[in-house]
């Protein structure tokens, strides 16, 4: 689990270091616009990466107008090394539900044991496998995500509120319906450093803020 003193620490050394960051933010406050810096997404991902299970020596980086993501992975008894270009189509959030939708483009996948004999690295040595629909492959992954709720070529929907310590929590749903009547995400993009989330107030109008409560 991330921890959230370990993450204050980082970001005001961060700060510390790259003073430009904080003038960046206030030029871009009356445009309703933030950027997340990148190397605050690789050290997210490798916090995470220490206390999980799932892929392993992620790599983060950007490839306008999406992330460059790499990371090693098992699927199926298959080692493999992965990488795919992730772009943010669209971004929902409601009281029912919290739906962002991905693209994924330019995958690869290699494996890491030429050696290994299953179905999936079969496939990979043959090049049969298509890479260009790569979200329905996902669709049939026995260790698919639960927030998963749509998978077809490249395009994969998730929906955060499937996420069982979310789902069955009324103040989660709550929240999620309030911040949604107050602001929208309008884009999520990267440049060569940031990535840079443009954000809309009031998307229902004050009508929606009212009759939210």
Same mark, same amino acid.
């Given at each position: 689990?991330?921890?959230?003193?370990?993450?204050?620490?980082?970001?005001?050394?961060?700060?510390?270091?790259?003073?430009?960051?904080?003038?960046?933010?206030?030029?871009?406050?009356?445009?309703?616009?933030?950027?997340?810096?990148?190397?605050?997404?690789?050290?997210?991902?490798?916090?995470?990466?220490?206390?999980?299970?799932?892929?392993?020596?992620?790599?983060?980086?950007?490839?306008?107008?999406?992330?460059?993501?790499?990371?090693?992975?098992?699927?199926?008894?298959?080692?493999?090394?992965?990488?795919?270009?992730?772009?943010?189509?669209?971004?929902?959030? &409601?009281?029912?539900? $919290?739906? +962002? =939708?991905?693209?994924?483009?330019?995958?690869? @996948?290699? /494996? #890491?044991?030429?050696?290994?004999?299953?179905?999936?690295?079969?496939?990979?040595?043959?090049?049969?496998?298509?890479?260009?629909?790569?979200?329905?492959?996902?669709?049939?992954?026995? &260790?698919?995500?639960? $927030?998963? +709720? =749509?998978?077809?070529?490249?395009?994969?929907? @998730?929906? /955060? #509120?499937?996420?069982?310590?979310?789902?069955?929590?009324?103040?989660?749903?709550?929240?999620?319906?309030?911040?949604?009547?107050?602001?929208?995400?309008?884009?999520?993009?990267?440049?060569?450093?940031?990535?840079?989330?443009?954000?809309?107030?009031?998307?229902?109008?004050?009508?929606?803020? #009212?009759?939210?409560?």
């Amino acid at each position: 689990m991330l921890d959230p003193k370990a993450a204050l620490v980082a970001g005001i050394r961060y700060l510390r270091r790259h003073p430009d960051e904080i003038l960046r933010y206030l030029r871009n406050v009356p445009r309703l616009r933030f950027g997340i810096p990148i190397v605050a997404l690789q050290w997210l991902a490798k916090e995470l990466e220490s206390a999980s299970s799932g892929p392993k020596d992620i790599e983060i980086r950007p490839s306008p107008p999406g992330l460059r993501v790499t990371a090693t992975l098992e699927q199926m008894g298959t080692l493999l090394r992965g990488s795919c270009i992730v772009i943010v189509e669209r971004v929902d959030f &409601s009281d029912s539900q $919290a739906r +962002v =939708e991905l693209r994924l483009r330019d995958v690869s @996948l290699k /494996l #890491l044991d030429e050696s290994v004999q299953t179905p999936l690295a079969a496939l990979i040595r043959s090049g049969t496998l298509d890479l260009s629909r790569v979200a329905s492959l996902v669709a049939y992954l026995p &260790s698919r995500p639960v $927030a998963l +709720v =749509e998978a077809v070529d490249d395009r994969l929907v @998730l929906d /955060l #509120l499937k996420v069982p310590k979310w789902a069955n929590t009324e103040a989660a749903h709550k929240l999620v319906g309030v911040l949604s009547t107050v602001l929208a995400i309008d884009s999520i993009e990267t440049d060569f450093d940031h990535l840079d989330v443009a954000i809309r107030a009031l998307p229902r109008g004050l009508s929606g803020v #009212l009759r939210q409560h």
